[in-house]
């Protein structure tokens, strides 16, 4: 069982910059598969990106602008957002995996923290 417990979020200008951060609990977390989605008010949860073992993945929509990291020793995995948009505004979630790989869709993951809200004004 993992625990997930994000923060990190808030209210910031369009051009500006915010880093998202997912504790963990577990002693095994090296091991799990990492992933950030998203979901703004009336739409579906959506990927943003993920790592597993070296590798990430990123949503068109992200690439160039975020991303994603973990410190193994602390049971935590960053996002880093820089250039945020106002379409960026959204609670954000933290998803884990016990199987390795970087699926971008929800189902690929096994548990979820509680999200935080990142709202970006124009």
């Known amino acids: 069982q993992v625990q997930l417990v994000e923060s990190g979020g808030g209210l910031v200008q369009a051009g500006g910059s915010l880093r998202l951060s997912c504790a963990a609990s577990g002693r095994t977390f090296s091991s799990y598969a990492m992933a950030w989605f998203r979901q703004a008010p009336g739409k579906e949860r959506e990927f943003v990106a993920a790592m597993s073992g070296g590798y990430t993945r990123y949503a068109d929509s992200v690439k160039g602008r975020f991303t994603i990291s973990r410190d193994n020793a602390k049971n935590t995995v960053y996002l880093q957002m820089n250039s945020l948009k106002p379409e960026d505004t959204a609670v954000y979630y933290c998803?884990?995996?016990?199987?390795?790989?970087?699926?971008?869709?929800?189902?690929?993951?096994?548990?979820w923290g509680q999200g935080t809200q990142v709202t970006v004004s124009s």
């Open positions: 998803g884990a995996s016990r199987v390795p790989g970087t699926p971008p869709y929800r189902s690929g993951y096994d548990y």
